[in-house]
């Protein structure tokens, strides 16, 4: 994204007063650290390439704009939740 990157847009969306899912793709999901305090910012960092059955996982576990679980869904290294 030119302006702005994903972690910037998501403190942004978390400042809303109604805050919705919020999933970070990134072709650097192995790179962030799990004790990185910005995946506090997300519901899930999802590294690339993206597998359909998980994102749909994740949406479907996705209820009134929050996700229903914290819980890492699918194999290790593709949905990654904050503490």
């Known amino acids: 994204m030119p302006l702005?990157?994903?972690w910037q847009l998501a403190q942004r969306a978390?400042?809303?007063?109604e805050t919705p899912a919020f999933y970070l793709v990134t072709g650097w999901g192995a790179e962030i650290p799990a004790d990185d305090a910005r995946r506090q910012l997300v519901d899930a960092?999802?590294?690339k390439p993206v597998?359909?059955?998980?994102l749909g996982q994740l949406l479907g576990?996705?209820?009134n704009s929050k996700i229903a679980s914290?819980?890492?869904v699918g194999e290790e290294g593709n949905a990654?939740?904050?503490e």
């Open 4 to 6: 702005v990157n994903g």
């Open 14 to 17: 978390r400042s809303l007063e």
């Open 45 to 47: 960092v999802i590294a």
């Open 51 to 54: 597998i359909p059955k998980i």
């Open 61 to 63: 576990a996705n209820d």
């Open 70 to 72: 914290r819980r890492p």
């Open 80 to 82: 990654i939740f904050p």
